[in-house]
């Protein structure tokens, strides 16, 4: 039985204690938080869990094996490297750190100790990733010509990161997933609306060396909640809604070919395929049960997540390049690796 420390019970953190107590093999054992009337919550709604105001009762409580933090992004690093200071397995909400030498570090630690480090980037625990995946790595798809995301609505504004760390994070580590490769450039614009505040849309454009591109729209001042995500191939196309209650993904057996006959130069040498679209049957299980169930199982066995603190840093890193690329009104920042924290 893997024992959980939880530190944060505000928007997400609920979540999390939700998943981790129903998941068979973990137990919830404490939760902290600064506010007394969350934890007042987590009272009334399980009262054999512990609550402190003071994180550090968990990191001192021998029973706990794992820390989980979802606090504000700006507390992450803090926290997480107390935590595995402690001895703890960590699950470290995204994005994992507020800049790559912080990610790195924690990663550095987590192998120094060898303790387990999962990244919460929960879309990749979702059967509509999972099953865009395996569409991509079978060849369905043919090679990934572009990759499209719409992430808008109202709210939720955060104080301490940008809607790049809070909502395009989401397709930068969809995107790790599904292409396999690593972006080599990225141009972003963006504004704040709202002075004193972080930047509150953005659109965002992602290089590959293999020739995809990736763009991503992310808002926080949007009338709409659209989830939406286009993937052209060369053989299919994927549409993925994820506010759709079912059929969220659908597959085109559409596209397009181009004729090099010399006799057709002088026209349009562009024929257009449209085939049958199908909607898939996806895995429904809540990507969190999903996911709480891998770290359980990542403990007990000493495997790597599928979301571990390396891909954790390889999307701090875009974060860092296209926010540098927003203030710099779009310039094309391309992307360096840090191998390891000084
Ligand atoms: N995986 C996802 O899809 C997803 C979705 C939403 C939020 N998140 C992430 O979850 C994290 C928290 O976001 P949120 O929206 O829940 O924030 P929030 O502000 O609603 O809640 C944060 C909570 O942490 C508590 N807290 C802050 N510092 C603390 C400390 N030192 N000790 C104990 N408690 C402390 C606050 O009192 C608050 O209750 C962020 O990293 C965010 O990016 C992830």
Known sequence: MINIGIIGYGYWGPNLVRNFAETPGATVAAVADLDKAKLELVQRRYPAVKTTTDFRDLLNDSSIDAIAVATPVSTHFELGMAALKAGKHLWLEKPMAETSLQARK?????????????????????????????????????RVYYYDSIRVNLGLFQ??????SDLAVHDFSILDYLVGEHPVAVSASGINHFPGTPENLAYITLFYDSGTIAHANVSWLAPVKVRQILVGGSKKMITYDDLEPSEK??????????????????EMRVGYRTGDMWAPKLAVTEAL???????VDCIAHGKVPETDGRLGVRVVELIEAATSSMRGKGETMYIKRLEKAA
């Open 106 to 142: 924690l990663v550095d630690e987590a192998d120094r100790r060898k303790r387990t480090l999962i990244v919460d980037h929960t879309f990749i625990y979702t059967g509509a990733v999972r099953k865009m995946g395996e569409i991509i790595k079978s060849g369905d798809l043919g």
């Open 289 to 295: 049960r999903v996911e709480g169930e891998h770290f």
């Open 159 to 164: 104080r301490d990161v940008s809607v790049i």
């Open 249 to 266: 993904i659908k597959i085109y057996d559409k596209g397009v070919s181009f004729t090099d006959d010399p006799k057709q130069i002088q």
